[in-house]
């Protein structure tokens, strides 16, 4: 696997179970935002860091498409990498894959955006902070 690539395990709660019986749709946006934060944290980017530069990420859009259902007790891997940095932007993707059979269950992207905490306006992303993430090729990302 690409060391770029970071991982975040989950095995799949009953809680995120919907009427129909398997996941819901909106869990996925919120285990975007764990493998997120997770992957930001291994690379030494914890919430702690972000205060001391007075400033947060933002989400400007989620794309998400869901291609094969997920259910309670499944062990499912997010897996997660940047691709791309602008000014004060960073596009971040997202696979959700369930090992025991090989089926991709999900795909994403998110786009955020560097905010100042004070002020809420956009800030350009810090050199330290391109440095410390690697970015990973289309041509790079798991399939």
Known sequence: MNPAVFRLEIVVPDSAIDANGHVNNVQYVQWIQDAATAHSAALGWTAERYRTLN????VRSHNIEYRHSAYAGDLIWVQTWVSAFKRIKSLRK?????????VELAKAATLFILCDNTTGHPVSIPEAMIRDYPLVAEADEPK
Not at 55 to 58: A, D, E, R
């Open 94 to 102: 997202f696979r959700f894959f369930r090992p025991c059979d090989g």
């Open 55 to 58: 400033s947060h990420w933002i």
